[in-house]
């Protein structure tokens, strides 16, 4: 029974195996008769039947030479030559346009264009056989020629010489479907109507070079076996490129492209050459694949370029190109090298890498060190923190320090956005009808909202473009009002709450410790004003019953040191800070309410003590040097042994003021010409807790400092954090 069981199932699977193969051996079959139908050999009788007998095609007179088979081989030289002669001649005597529809035919040997079309001078006058709208069309391009021409001579450079002649084709050419067995020259001409060749194939190589499309040309879906070159080709119409696959090199150096121009989905196989191309419109490169490297080198984008979800498995350049827009490279792959050397942005001019799939060990990108950081660009941070971090390895194993900085200071600004969020936005899975309204959505928006997230809450905010309500459109208005995961406890409100205030005190003062000028300059104002409210409490002590107070050069001086510091950190600050006047706000609630209330209540009591006609700040005058006074303490010790070494001020002293601005530069930076400190004997407390409010602020300015050294600098943090 086991043996008769096994040979039934052989013989089951035996007969199965047969009829599959017969069925997909049918199927292929039957699609080999779809893709090449037997079309009939065009003959000089057919041919001229055909001539006689234009059919009107969208309103345009057309000799109709579909699914044929022409036949233009060396060997069968007699009937190409007839038909050249034959299709010029009936072209060229009509008094109205004649177009040429080729679709689904089939056209062995080579192909000429030149042969078949009106030839026409250059320069000068037109043929009479055009309308006045064909020669101004003609006559705007001899125009362009003309000026490049003017450039070329004035900047003696040698560029190709354009030919005295060039065929011009009245109406429309149609290349639906259609197969070139041999070599296209379509180039020097100028199709004064559309160009539709919708998944044509070119075997063979095919030239298109000096060719002027008036109207609009499209190639969707064409497949360019071979190379193919539109160098310096003019498009002043919409060009259509989606879909297209170009098997072999591709040369567009040169052209000019006056309209928009769509290579959506098309694939590029070989190397391409799209160098010095004017794209006057918006250029659409989205879903492309690129097997070979390809050169955007020279080009001018005048109008966005769009480069979403590409894949780029060899190097991709953009030398020198001008960038008018932004570029869009959302979802895209970087596999080998992108390189923007000395390329060039306009204002707010961004790369929009959002999603973009990019790893270092394998691939890189290149820029102008400095500024190729300053223009990434992406939306928010979650999903994007991968990304961001590959960045900043990238350009650090570039050596590009400040490029990588920017991009770690860009992250920490979307970080910063996410807690604003978090502590004020409403959340998608608590917050209530009313709320949501708020944000901007509609009563139906908000309805579905309630409906899917009783069933599965939302992980992310870009999780609502899920629903049918909500567009892309409407996302983009209300997704920094909406978060996930709002604090739902006091305590990590407030925690929230502290990274926010945390936060943004290292980006308004430091830039994330991108900036070193940035927090100099934040350094430089704050010990000018400490300094003269040292020098305030220290000369103004009291007008009655015998006043002291300091003479009027001594003011003038005074004033004038203030002014220079301050002017000179506010010049850094305004340089270098992003958001310079927030930067001021935060530098002025850290450095001016204390110290306001604490010199007020001083004069507000008064002054009754000891010595109070001697200086508050001593100096060591045992020696006078240039140091870092890392570990001092702003007062002397009590040690009666100390106070042999430190003496009072001098106030009798022209330069005596600059004492003050350096006991402020030791307490806050550290750093100093002389050993100034606090005496111990007879000091008022609200002035001694005046002194030690800076020396705390010091501690945190030195820790930002040393940080942001280590970071601008290469290699210095192995000097500050291993000597």
């Known amino acids: 029974m086991i043996v008769r069981f096994q040979h039934l199932l052989l013989l089951l ?29 065009l003959t000089l009788d057919l041919l001229q039947t055909r001539l006689k007998t234009p059919i009107q095609s969208e309103g345009s007179r057309t000799i109709d030479l579909r699914q044929l088979t022409i036949d233009l081989r060396p060997e069968n030289a007699a009937f190409r030559d007839q038909f050249y002669r034959l299709m010029q001649t009936q072209i060229q005597r009509s008094s109205q346009p004649l177009g040429i ?13 030149s042969d078949l079309g009106v030839i026409t001078p250059l320069y000068g006058q037109s043929l009479p056989v055009f309308s006045p709208a064909e020669q101004e069309q003609l006559a705007r391009d001899r125009r362009r020629l003309s000026q490049l021409s003017q450039l070329s001579r004035s900047l003696l450079i040698q560029s190709q010489v354009a030919p005295p002649q060039i065929t011009v084709l009245r109406a429309p050419l149609t290349l639906v479907q259609t197969r070139f067995e041999g070599f296209v020259n379509f180039s020097n ?31 969707a879906n064409a497949v360019f076996q071979r190379s193919v070159r539109f160098r310096n080709a003019l498009f002043f119409n919409r060009a259509r490129f ?22 959506n989905q098309a694939h590029f196989n070989q190397a391409v050459n799209l160098t010095r191309i004017t794209w006057r419109e918006t250029a659409d490169f989205s879903q492309t694949q690129w097997q070979d490297p390809v050169m955007f080198d020279r080009d001018q984008f005048q109008q966005a370029l769009f480069l979403g979800q590409s894949v780029f498995e060899q190097p991709v350049s953009f030398r020198q190109v ?26 707010r001019t961004k790369l929009k890498v959002a999603n973009l799939q990019f790893d270092p060990r394998q691939a890189r990108i290149l820029g102008n060190p400095g500024q190729i950081g300053q223009r990434f660009s992406v939306p928010t941070l979650q999903g994007n923190e991968t990304l961001l971090r590959n960045l900043v390895q990238n350009f650090r194993q570039l050596q590009a320090v400040a490029d990588a900085n920017q991009i770690q200071y860009t992250t920490e600004k979307l970080r910063l956005r996410d807690y604003q969020q978090r502590l004020l936005g409403t959340d998608l899975n608590w917050a209530a009808p009313r709320q949501l309204a708020r944000t901007g959505l509609s009563a139906s928006q908000i309805e579905a909202i309630l409906r899917v997230r009783t069933s599965q809450p939302f992980r992310a905010v870009s999780d609502v473009l899920k629903l049918d309500q ?125 110290p306001t209330a604490l010199v007020g209540f001083l004069y507000w009591q008064g002054r009754y003590h000891d010595l109070i006609q001697v200086s508050y700040l001593v100096e060591d005058g045992s020696m006078r040097q240039l140091r870092f006074l890392i570990g001092r303490l702003p007062n002397i010790p009590a040690y009666p042994g100390f106070r042999e070494r430190f003496n009072p001020i001098l106030w009798d002293r022209r330069w005596s003021w600059l004492n003050y601005f350096d006991f402020s530069l030791n307490n806050l930076m550290r750093f100093g010409f002389n050993d100034l400190r606090l005496r111990d004997q007879a ?26 050294l280590s970071r601008t600098i290469p290699g210095l943090n192995l000097l500050i954090y291993f000597k």
Not at 243 to 260: D, I, V
Not at 693 to 707: C, H, R
């Open 13 to 41: 699977i035996l007969l199965l195996t047969l009829s599959f193969s017969g069925w997909s051996g049918s199927m292929r079959s039957a699609s080999a008769a779809v893709a090449l139908p037997d079309r009939p050999i």
């Open 101 to 113: 529809d080729l679709s689904y035919a089939v056209v062995r040997g080579d192909f000429k264009m």
């Open 189 to 219: 001409t100028f199709f004064l109507g559309r160009v539709e060749a919708q998944g044509a194939t070119f075997s063979q190589d095919a030239d298109w070079s000096t060719t002027r499309f008036s109207q609009s040309v499209n190639f």
């Open 242 to 263: 989606n879909q297209t696959q170009f098997q072999g090199s591709l040369n567009f150096q040169g052209s000019e492209f006056q309209a928009a121009a769509n290579f």
């Open 322 to 347: 001008q960038f008018n827009q932004s570029v869009n490279l959302r979802g895209a792959s970087i596999l080998d090298q992108a390189d923007f050397a000395d390329a060039s942005f306009a204002d």
């Open 470 to 594: 909500i567009d892309f459109a409407t996302y983009v208005k209300v997704r920094d009002r909406l978060t996930v995961g709002h604090p739902t406890s006091v305590l990590s409100w407030l925690l929230d709450g502290s990274r926010w205030v945390g936060l943004s005190l290292l980006l308004l003062l430091t830039r994330y410790g991108t900036s070193f000028w940035l927090v100099i300059g934040v350094g430089i104002v704050a010990v000018a004003h400490f300094g003269v409210i040292f020098w305030w409490v220290d000369r103004f002590r009291r007008r009655q019953p015998q006043p002291i107070t300091p003479d009027p050069a001594e003011i003038l001086w005074t004033i004038g040191g203030f002014s220079l510091l301050t002017i000179s950190g506010l010049a850094a600050i305004f340089r270098t800070g992003e958001f310079p006047w927030s930067t001021l706000t935060c530098l002025g609630l850290v450095i001016l309410p204390i």
């Open 683 to 708: 000091v008022p407390g609200l002035i001694t807790a005046l002194v030690w409010y800076q020396w705390s602020l010091g501690i945190l300015y030195f820790a930002l400092l040393l940080w942001t």
